[in-house]
């Protein structure tokens, strides 16, 4: 669906996906993860059906992921396969799932499929080795981590589907949700996987070739556990873990629905879910994003998340169209915490009478960062494959994530071979190779109105020396020799940043050009007299900027903005504010009325939904806010959001073309005034302590 934008008619309109309208999953989930090894002399003790049923009640969930096999290997219900955990004397997933089925909640269960340390024993040959021939095996007296199973073994695949055969067949369950499935790394050099590939005449040291193969593997896995579920319990919810890397595409269609697991407390940080988010809702299936009540991350026993923080993360997650999932971990007893679930239930009684205005809503998106890699990669994470040890696809993606998130830009990431149409904006990070396909592609979306940014390699037609814009006459003459080198602004730049020649952290690339164009050059590259190095330096770091050269550092024609220095990259790594006030500058010119101007606060997240009209409602917009406002903390801990300092008149201008009847925030329906305005609607929020959620409906006022 397209929505019309008051912006004098020469930009595309909105993209909204109609497929979130008809999207009916559960908005309130526990995963519960119960992993006890062998040490743990006794499980499930103290459980008691009706206190674990009540104590969800309590804490407003209305599903729930419980346990059938953990990553130790042991079942929790008398398997026929086993091995059943020895301190186990009960069916405890059945009688979890009773509980769950006389309260309504719905229920899944858990299934760890590659990593499994009683198999990894038992079965060496079922191990995925690595590039070195070691294998993912813990050291003699280490604790196992992920001990890596092969998919590429039948045989171990086999023996998967029959275990979820037994447990689907077995109890009355909602779905069943796959952890782990994920070719560690995405390769392995077992014997299978090096002769299936050397068979094919492939050489399977090659990160593509491997790639490739670990996709087509996890693929025919999915494939055959989603087919299998939906005929043994038809309607049944088929979930697998750690999916949002590259090529979901060709995946989601085997999955009802695309997890997000992302503790931010944990090693995911708080940029994970926003990246991956926006990655996985373009597929057209519901998505959930996870936290955790941990004070840090899985198995922090002890460890409890303030509920303010808890609540903040809450309204992230719901403001980009997702569902909830909280992480918590059942201690070996079986009884819940009913401290836990007091946290828990504070938060999601907010969000049970937030609902209304959450079932239906879709995001409303205006741009798009454009993304390529190797299959699998996780665009979510710094770095890039393991193998490469050089791609920061991660970075770049992260950098420019943030920086859309904090110019409030509403904003999908998405693959080459996406419709590049919908969006208004489209934003290449510093790694992106552009091939001719793709080169073609750009040039005609900006010959229908589309506006484009391009940053680093994404200027470069891939394999050659040339831009791939030719409207503006560059050529690419290498990496420059310094890092740092210097950005030397030109005069358009200077009634936002002032005159000096800033620090390109990262370096830059030499381009050469903007002959006859010198209105497109914002800025040049400077540089130092030297690299710093042992026999070339200069006090404490970097050799300080010498001269401005020829070449262009940030260039701007028409609808086309881009920067010869990797933004992306160079963001996230240093935070550097003039390389935000750059691009947002640039951005004012090739996309002059963004959906959300306001006056909060750079830590404040701003997201609109939209809900068409219904019986109980008529169409309307949600616009949600949200308070990142962080206490300082030492370099050793996490970030604490804790003690928000409230905002105050928070003006918000939303440019809609659209008739408001009324404004308020819910679920409180306190009315907010909404005024009209050149570019389309005007608010003002007098308080925002954590979140906020504002309501426009849409028709006349007074009607």
């Known amino acids: 669906m397209n929505t019309r934008i008051n912006d004098g008619g020469e930009q595309r309109p909105m993209w909204i996906d109609e497929r979130f309208y008809t999207r009916s999953h559960p908005w309130r989930k526990v995963h519960l993860d119960y992993h006890n090894s062998a040490y743990m002399p006794s499980v499930g003790e103290a459980f008691d059906a009706d206190e674990f049923g009540d104590r969800l009640v309590e804490g407003h969930v209305n599903s729930i992921v419980v346990f059938a096999k953990d990553m130790h290997g042991y079942f929790y219900y008398p398997s026929s396969y086993g091995p059943v955990h020895p301190g186990l004397k009960r069916d405890l997933l059945g009688e979890q799932v009773a509980a769950c089925r006389q309260r309504n909640i719905k229920v899944y269960a858990y299934y760890c499929v590659t990593w499994d340390n009683y198999l990894a024993e038992r079965h060496p040959e079922w191990l995925v080795f690595k590039r070195d021939r070691s294998t993912y095996l813990p050291a003699f007296g280490q604790p196992p981590s992920w001990t890596a199973l092969c998919l590429s073994h039948s045989d171990f695949v086999d023996t998967v589907l029959a275990h979820a055969h037994e447990i689907l067949t077995r109890y009355d369950l909602d779905g069943i949700w796959y952890d782990m499935p994920l070719p560690i790394d995405g390769e392995c050099f077992c014997s299978t996987c090096l002769t299936t590939l050397r068979d094919a005449g492939l050489d399977p040291f090659d990160i593509e070739v491997q790639r490739k193969h670990k996709q087509e593997l996890l693929v025919g896995f999915m494939r055959q556990a989603y087919n299998q579920a939906h005929e043994l319990r038809p309607g049944c919810q088929v979930d697998q873990n750690n999916q949002t890397r590259l090529g979901l595409g060709e995946r989601a269609i085997y999955m009802d629905n695309i997890d997000i697991e992302a503790l931010p407390t944990a090693m995911w940080g708080y ?106 990669d996780d665009i979510g994470r710094p770095g890039g494959s393991a193998a490469e040890g050089v791609s920061r696809l991660g970075e770049s993606v992260l950098g420019m994530v943030k920086l859309l998130v904090e110019l409030n830009i509403q904003f999908d990431i998405i693959e080459p071979d996406a419709e590049l149409e919908r969006y208004r904006l489209l934003v290449l990070p510093d790694t992106l190779s552009v091939d001719d396909a793709l080169a073609e592609r750009l040039r005609s979306y900006l010959a229908g109105g589309g506006a484009l940014f391009a940053s680093h390699e994404a200027l470069r037609l891939s394999g050659t020396t040339a831009s791939w814009f030719d409207e503006l006459p560059l050529t690419y003459e290498g990496e420059g ?171 918000i201008d939303l440019a809609l073309d659209v008739p408001i009847a009324r404004a308020y925030t819910a679920p409180e329906q306190i009315t907010i005034p909404v005024e009209r305005i050149a570019g389309g609607v005007r608010i003002s929020v007098p308080r925002i302590d954590i979140s906020a959620v504002v309501v426009l409906e849409q028709g006349e006022a007074g009607g």
């Open 271 to 376: 940029l994970y879910f926003p990246a991956n988010v926006r990655y996985s809702r373009p597929f057209g299936i519901s998505v959930y994003g996870m936290t955790g009540r941990f004070h840090r991350s899985w198995a922090d026993f002890g460890g409890l998340k303030h509920p303010t923080q808890l609540r903040t993360e809450l309204a992230r997650i719901i403001a980009q169209g997702a569902q909830i999932t909280i992480g918590d971990q059942m201690p070996p007893s079986g009884r819940l915490d009913p401290a836990v679930y007091a946290t828990i239930g504070q938060a999601y009684a907010e969000i049970e009478r937030l609902e209304p205005y959450l079932v239906g809503a879709a995001p409303v998106v205006e741009a798009a960062i454009v993304v390529r890699g190797p299959l699998l």
């Open 481 to 651: 020799p310094f890092v740092p080198s210097y950005l030397a602004c030109a005069e358009p730049l200077l009634d936002a940043i002032p005159n000096y020649e800033y620090a390109l952290y990262e370096g830059s690339a030499r381009w050469r050009g903007g002959s006859g164009r010198e209105e497109s050059v914002w800025a040049r590259l400077g540089e130092p007299l030297f690299q710093r190095a042992g026999n070339h330096y200069t006090s404490h770091a970097q050799t300080p900027f010498d001269h401005v050269t020829d070449y262009a550092a940030v260039v701007q024609q028409g609808n086309f903005a881009a920067t010869a220095f990797p933004l992306g990259t160079s963001y996230y790594t240093h935070g550097y504010w003039v390389y935000r006030e750059i691009f947002h500058r640039l951005l004012r010119e090739v996309l002059p009325a963004q959906l959300v101007e306001t006056n909060a606060p750079l830590s404040t997240e701003i997201s609109v939904t939209h809900q068409q009209a219904h019986a109980d409602h008529p169409e309307r917009w949600l616009i949600h806010i949200i308070n990142f406002s962080s206490n300082p903390r030492t370099p050793e801990h996490v970030e604490y959001y804790e003690d928000p300092i409230p905002l105050h008149d928070v003006r």
